[in-house]
């Protein structure tokens, strides 16, 4: 199964600091899944990233939750990324960000 229509996944990459967001929309079984995952990947790699929710009363559809890394000078984010990513069933990202 894919969850690319569900969850879209953005990646922004810059020197020294890497982010994730899923935008969920206003599902709050996905919400669920996504924290979820982030224990999981966060038990299984041993880091700690910043993690925010982007909450929207007025544009539900554009709820999501955000995982960052600053300051990530190993580029440690990558295998959490990925991580994340294949536990969600997600197998590509958007483009436009």
């Not at 709820?63 to 997600?90: C, N, P, V, W």
């Amino acid at each position: 199964m894919n969850n690319c229509k569900e969850i879209k996944a953005h990646i922004r990459m810059e020197e020294r600091y890497e982010s994730l967001s899923l935008v969920f929309g206003d599902n709050s079984q996905l919400k669920t899944k996504i924290l979820d995952a982030i224990d999981e990947v966060k038990a299984e790699t041993g880091q700690t990233p910043f993690i925010f929710d982007k909450i929207s009363n007025d544009r539900p559809d554009i709820q999501s939750i955000y995982i960052e890394f600053q300051d990530d000078i190993h580029r440690e984010a990558g295998e959490f990324f990925t991580k994340m990513l294949k536990k969600l069933d997600i197998d590509k990202c958007e483009k436009d960000t």
